[in-house]
């Protein structure tokens, strides 16, 4: 069993230390450039899809919190508020607030509907230390946050189209659901009274879930304050379950905030306002990265794609070389020289690295390299740049394959 707490420090992904604290990892450089992937990959899918991003600062006053009725249902998950100026302000607990106030600052017309806004931004929760672990409980998060405003008749089709982003992103990133959950309110004080919108959005959602053709199972107590959702859960290697996606439909925070658009009947009209995260917080989905592949990434993900081994320091200039030639090409690579051991220690110290390029004499005198896949397999010497070319493909098309011998 994987756990990616213990991998993660060992292939140098992240750790943490005490005098930064408790539940606020660091990533170190391999960490940082799986993630830096994973975003480039969110940041493309959302341009694709028709997002437009923002930028949103993680204070907010204390007001702010109050209006979206965080401070009422969600206080206790809340970092206590800073005197500053003679006001109070917070560390944001979700970006939802900071998007409703961004959408209400400009007029919006029907026409403009619907309107896609996404983030991938830090918040802040203020978990008990008993409950914090590596980067599945933390208290500084990095969400691939969204919100889409659109009328009442667009909201099954943006579910829809944001379980499908969900389906593409895992296909590229190895994951398979373990099931979805359409989370509804349970008893007591921690939802919002108003039946009438509950019922509405649980239609909504499941109307969605419905005409995507997904089995679901429905979970009281698993919903948020202002509303129901669906939840991804993905399974680790134990078989415990989490959420990692969410797809929302809320009635609230749109009447608290006052939102409004411009209708074809040139009346003021209410927006519903759908959440959507693709693969919830960066630090959740690393996570559950490490663990399912054991550190083996697809391709896209590795923090290193291409280790070069020249067999001898006669190799060296020649594997530097081509090391450059996979900066060109945007792929990360990585010597491994003479001067880290043997050539079959060096072998195994690459393990999880999709592509070996051994370099002997033969392949430094007439320009090829003899790669060596990470599954075993050992396609014939290429030359340099077709060798290239081909990972460069399957990099770009974020494929889960290691090698395509149709590509060229």
């Not at 939840?231 to 959420?243: C, I, L, P």
């Not at 960066?282 to 990434?297: I, M, N, Q, S």
């Not at 050992?378 to 077709?386: F, G, Q, V």
Request: glycine share 8%; net charge neutral.
């Amino acid at each position: 069993m994987h756990d990616h707490r213990r991998l993660g420090r060992e292939l140098g992904l992240f750790d943490t230390a005490p005098l930064i604290g408790a539940g606020l990892p660091y990533w170190l450089p391999d960490g940082a450039a799986v993630r830096h992937a994973l975003e480039e990959y969110l940041h493309a899918a959302e341009r694709r899809a028709g997002y437009r991003h923002v930028y949103s600062p993680v204070l907010g006053k204390r007001e702010l919190y109050e209006l979206s009725g965080h401070w009422s249902h969600y206080s206790d998950d809340m970092f206590p508020p800073m005197e500053l100026g003679g006001e109070q302000v917070v560390l944001r607990p979700s970006l939802c607030p900071h998007h409703a106030v961004i959408y209400r600052s400009r007029a919006h017309s029907y026409r403009e509907l619907p309107l896609r806004m996404a983030e991938l931004g830090g918040m802040y929760r203020s978990e008990p230390s008993g409950v914090l672990g590596g980067l599945t409980r933390v208290r500084a998060i990095h969400l691939n946050d969204a919100h889409v405003f659109c009328t009442l008749d667009q909201v099954a089709d943006e579910v829809r189209a944001a379980l499908e982003m969900i389906r593409r992103a895992y296909e590229a990133l190895g994951l398979t659901p373990a099931r979805y959950r359409l989370s509804l309110p349970g008893t007591g004080g921690k939802y919002v009274a108003d039946p009438e919108k509950w019922q509405r959005s649980t239609a909504l959602l499941a109307e969605a879930l419905d005409r995507s053709g997904l089995a679901y199972e429905a979970a009281e107590g698993e919903a948020a304050f202002y509303g129901p959702k669906i939840d991804v859960q993905v399974a680790d290697s134990a078989g415990r379950e989490s959420t990692l996606s969410t797809v929302q439909v809320d009635l609230h925070q749109p009447e608290r905030f006052d939102l409004r658009y411009t209708g074809a009947d040139g009346a003021r009209h209410r927006p519903v306002m759908v959440h959507r995260s693709i693969v919830g917080s960066v630090e959740r989905a690393v996570a559950h990265l490490v663990e399912r592949h054991g550190g083996a990434f697809p391709v896209w993900l590795a923090p290193t794609q291409v280790a070069v081994l020249p067999v001898s320091d006669a190799q060296v200039p020649q594997a530097a070389a081509l090391a450059r030639r996979c900066d060109e090409r945007g792929l990360r690579a990585d010597v491994v020289g003479p001067e880290r051991g043997s050539l079959g220690a060096r072998v195994r110290e690459a393990r999880l690295v999709p592509y070996q390029a051994v370099i002997g004499a033969r392949e430094a005198a007439d320009g090829h390299v003899a790669l060596r896949l990470r599954d075993g397999r050992r396609p014939a010497p290429l030359p340099a740049d077709d060798a290239l070319a081909r990972v460069s493909a399957l990099v770009a098309a974020h494929s889960p394959r290691l090698w395509d011998d149709d590509a060229l």
